[in-house]
């Protein structure tokens, strides 16, 4: 009975946390530059002064609305992970362009 317990207890949890890992993890949907809210522009052009807009994807984190973008400036390229009202949650910096 103990055994029992303890792999209901274990399938439970195991279950719960799927489900958790999946509302954070949901898929990415490619958006067009100009799709992108006016604020989250605003903080890229101030923060990244040189830095372009490659790409930018829309998907929902923590039950927030995010946005992954790709900035560009020549050889260097920086990856941020930006919310909707525009606060930088995540940022990578890399010195090569990235693989389209």
């Known amino acids: 009975?103990?055994?029992l317990s303890i792999l209901l207890a274990f399938a439970v949890l195991s279950l719960v946390s799927t489900i958790a890992f999946a509302q954070e993890t949901?898929?990415?949907?490619e958006v067009q530059i100009s799709e992108l809210p006016e604020v989250v522009t605003k903080v890229l052009e101030k923060q990244f002064v040189g830095y372009a807009v490659d790409k930018a994807y829309k998907t929902v984190q923590n039950e927030k609305e995010v946005y992954y973008v790709k900035l560009l400036n020549g050889e260097e390229y920086i990856k941020v992970l930006i919310d909707a009202e525009g606060n930088?949650?995540?940022k990578e910096q890399k010195t090569e362009k990235p693989k389209k």
Do not use: T, Y
Request: glycine share 0%; hydrophobic share 40%; proline share 0%.
């Open 26 to 29: 949901q898929d990415k949907v």
């Open 1 to 3: 009975m103990k055994k």
């Open 88 to 90: 930088i949650i995540e």
